[in-house]
C-alpha cells in the first residue's frame, strides 16, 4: 500500500507530539484509513488533510479530540473515521462528485457538501447508501 500521508496529517499536534511515529498510528481506523489511500490512488492528485508539520493551519482535519473547537461527540472526526480533504487540482466540487459516483468502491458511508473542502467518513449505513450532507 503506497504511503501517501505521513502520520501527522491524520492526528491533530497534541497526539502527535505526545505518541510520535509509531503510536500515533493507534488514532487512525484502520477501514478509513485503506479506503483512504484508495480513493487518493485513484484521484491521482495530492491530498491535503493536516498540514501544520509543513507550518500549515490545518490540525483538525482527521482525528478529534475533546479540545478541538470543532469537537462533537457525534462526529465521526472523534471516531478516527473521517477527514476533511483539500484536493490540489480538484474544486472541492469535482472530489464531492468523484466520491457520490464512487463511493461504494471505497466502503465511503459519507460526505459533507462543504464549500472549501470535502468531508468524506466511513460511516456505515445498513442500506449501503451514502449520506450526503451540507455544512450546517
Ligand atoms: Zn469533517
Not at 484502520?30 to 492528485?45: D, E, F, T
Not at 470543532?70 to 468523484?98: K, R
Request: proline residues 7%.
Amino acid at each position: 500500500m503506497p504511503s501517501y500521508f505521513h502520520i501527522a496529517e491524520l492526528v491533530p499536534p497534541s497526539i502527535y507530539e505526545r505518541f510520535g511515529d509509531q503510536r500515533s498510528w493507534n488514532f487512525v481506523n484502520r477501514r478509513a484509513y485503506k479506503n483512504l489511500v484508495k480513493i487518493r490512488q485513484y484521484v491521482g492528485k495530492p491530498f491535503i488533510i493536516n498540514n501544520y508539520r509543513d507550518g500549515g493551519q490545518r490540525e483538525w482535519s482527521g482525528f478529534r479530540t475533546p479540545e478541538s473547537p470543532y469537537f462533537s461527540p457525534t462526529s465521526q472526526h472523534s471516531i478516527a473515521n473521517a477527514y476533511d480533504i483539500i484536493c490540489s487540482g480538484l474544486t472541492p466540487h469535482e472530489l464531492q462528485e468523484v466520491v457520490q459516483t464512487h463511493y461504494a468502491k471505497f466502503n465511503i458511508g459519507g460526505v459533507e457538501l462543504a464549500p472549501t473542502w470535502t468531508h468524506i467518513d466511513w460511516r456505515f449505513n445498513p442500506n449501503g447508501e451514502l449520506t450526503v450532507f451540507h455544512l450546517t
